[in-house]
């Protein structure tokens, strides 16, 4: 039990398989150690045992909301969803922003705990500190869409009132490995797989009715003068200013051009580092601009709406609307949100420049239910192989830049129509076991990775192989310095300190995430307004070393995990076209010229910082940051490491 503000101390447990709800509180030593959010959600699953099948019934699926979320705090309406993931194998905890962590947190709950596996199709109905299973037979074979709006026609309530929902798509309910879990406002909990694993367990949907019941922080003055110094921070940078940075004005896809004009962009499946890069190295083959799909663009031609999150004065949501034309059909679509990542694995990296085919992509796949980067990826990834016949056999393959056929393909992967659609949803790492295509994957530990060069920004490098859930931008997002300048500008180029930096990042970033609040505040908030806000809200004293040092507990206690599902050193690498040295490599272009990522010289900075052992967690650093759960590695600081069963 915790009496800390901004807790309710109530997490409700569901056994899907016999239909029954127990209810529990949080342990004070876990809240303390762990945060909330992403920290106890990964705790929660590490004590389930790291020896369960991701898509069995043991496997334990956790919505999670921090000590943060639904309060006045800036950007406190996330949640986090940890899981041990279908794509990767890997501990994986999954965000998403809008109202449903917020409604949560107002409807009595810190967090939801999913085990078993429901006989038939089943959502959750939460409401006032409670949790009733109903039958959701006929929302299964729904789109997201449809589903939302059964959902609002069959509940008294309202969503964007007091009414919000998280569901899957096809993608789950079939099985695609990189299936996600979206909100009423196409919010998405997107990489890892969890609604695939959602899908495994016959849980379509978690709806939540709640008032607005906001947290009332323990220490009001401290709050107080960490949320206005937090604001003003906000409101005076140059990336987050309400109706003036460029995170406002444009998005996320105000990164399109500035990562272009540094060659920073994967394209055409990460083989050149940017779009007129590749025109120039292969002028023989059609020529993409990126500023056709960026946000600059997207803002003047196709937006229609800027909707927010709770709390947020930022409103990066760009609403955009589009009339398409599809095989002779004239399609009109509209839908939220055209972002970089999207944009640029279904855009670039996959040869792709029309605009208004991305948007038509992104909310495809939102109704599927499947993450827009591993999608597009996958899709580049194919292109690839089907270049160099490695998909000969099959019926269907898939040519550069060809948006009729990948429009179709979303919903060959998300269904298994197709033979083309039914290997993709595998996800990379087996499609390149399969299909002996390792060269093709722009993969690490089995998911893709996002819109950033590791040849042109080396911290993105080191972020990508040592992300506990796989290629992820978001682990440690290096960029804040390599492109922004925040907290301070770095060379992009330069790989000395991009260990350490990435460490830093990694830490604050898990601090956010278990607050649960969006990691754009850091685009403005420090660790001083962190600590003012956390310790005003649970009316808790720690200093800015001790919550830094719970950062790194949590991501130490992820790396843990991985090891004892058998991860290590050998796992942290990078596709070998991006690294020095290896047989693979293809050196960068343009500004980026020559340029190949040093990956072993920034795990060994990197390694060092954490005092790890070749990427394994000795038990002596375990004892030091707390970590007292669990069989240990095996290995002590100096040592070798074990296998992860020894």
Excluded at 78 to 85: E, G, L, N, Q
Excluded at 476 to 503: F, M, N, Q
């Amino acid at each position: 039990m915790t009496d800390l503000g901004g807790f309710n101390d109530h997490v409700a447990r569901v056994d899907l398989t016999s239909g029954d709800v127990q209810y529990e509180g949080i342990d004070e030593e876990d809240a303390r150690k762990y945060i909330g959010g992403r920290g106890l959600g990964v705790k929660y699953v590490f004590d389930n045992g790291t020896d369960v099948d991701p898509e069995g019934p043991e496997n334990l699926l956790a919505f999670m909301n921090g000590p943060l979320t639904g309060t006045q705090a800036p950007m406190s309406g996330r949640i986090a969803v940890c899981t041990k993931s279908p794509l990767t194998g890997t501990v994986t905890d999954s965000h998403h922003g809008g109202w449903s962590g917020a409604r949560l947190k107002w409807s009595g709950f810190d967090g939801l705990l999913f085990e078993g596996q429901a006989d038939e199709p089943v959502y959750a109905y939460v409401e006032d500190g409670e949790v009733e299973l109903r039958d959701a037979s006929d929302l299964w074979g729904m789109g997201v869409h449809d589903t939302m709006d059964a959902i609002e026609e069959g509940h008294d309530g309202q969503f964007g009132k007091n009414l919000s929902a998280m569901a899957i798509g096809p993608g789950g309910e079939n099985g695609t490995k990189y299936a996600c879990i979206i909100n009423e406002d196409d919010r998405a909990s997107g990489r890892g797989g969890t609604g695939c694993v959602m899908g495994s367990k016959n849980l379509k949907a978690v709806v939540v009715k709640s008032g607005t019941k906001m947290p009332k922080p323990e220490k009001p003055e401290t709050f107080t003068e960490g949320y206005q110094q937090a604001m003003q921070l906000i409101r005076e940078s140059d990336v987050t200013g309400p109706n003036e940075g460029g995170l406002s004005l444009y998005g996320t896809n105000v990164l399109m051009n500035l990562a272009e004009e540094m060659d920073g962009l994967p394209t055409r499946n990460g083989r050149y580092t940017s779009t007129h890069s590749e025109a120039e190295e292969d002028p023989s083959e059609p020529n993409i601009d990126a500023e056709k799909v960026s946000g600059e663009n997207v803002r003047e031609n196709i937006l229609v709406d800027e909707p927010t999150c709770h709390s947020c004065p930022v409103a990066c949501k760009k609403e955009t609307e589009v009339t398409y034309e599809h095989k002779g059909e004239e399609m009109n679509v509209r839908g939220e949100s055209y972002e970089y990542e999207s944009a640029y694995a279904l855009g670039p990296n996959s040869m792709n420049d029309d605009r208004d085919s991305i948007a038509v992509m992104i909310n495809r796949c939102n109704d599927l239910g499947i993450d827009t980067i591993e999608a597009g990826n996958m899709m580049a990834m194919a292109m690839e192989m089907n270049e160099q016949g490695k998909l000969d056999d099959l019926d269907d393959g898939l040519e550069w830049g060809d948006t009729e056929h990948m429009i179709d393909l979303l919903e060959e992967i998300a269904h298994g129509e197709s033979e083309l659609g039914e290997l993709l949803a595998k996800g990379p790492r087996r499609v390149a076991e399969e299909r002996d295509a390792h060269d093709n994957s722009l993969a690490v530990k089995g998911q893709t990775i996002a819109a950033y060069d590791p040849r042109a920004m080396k911290g993105m490098g080191i972020g990508y192989a040592t992300s506990n859930r796989g290629a992820c931008h978001l682990r440690g997002y290096t960029p804040s310095a390599e492109i922004l300048g925040i907290p301070e500008k770095v060379d992009p180029s330069e790989w000395e300190g991009k260990g350490e930096l990435c460490a830093l990042f990694q830490d604050l970033h898990a601090i956010s995430d278990s607050f649960d609040i969006c990691k754009f505040n850091a685009f403005a908030e420090g660790i001083d307004e962190y600590v003012a806000q956390y310790n005003g809200m649970t009316g808790l004293d720690v200093t800015e070393d001790e919550l830094m040092e719970a950062g790194d507990r949590i991501y130490t206690l992820e790396r843990y995990y991985n090891n004892l599902v058998g991860f290590d050193g050998e796992d942290d690498s990078l596709p070998g076209r991006f690294v020095e040295g290896h047989d693979e490599a293809i050196p960068g272009q343009g500004g980026a010229e020559g340029q190949l990522c040093e990956l072993d010289k920034m795990k060994a900075e990197y390694y060092e910082r954490r005092q790890w052992v070749d990427g394994v967690v000795p038990d002596d650093r375990l004892d030091e940051l707390g970590i007292d759960v669990g069989p240990g590695t095996g290995v002590s600081s100096g040592d070798s490491p074990a296998p992860a069963d020894d």
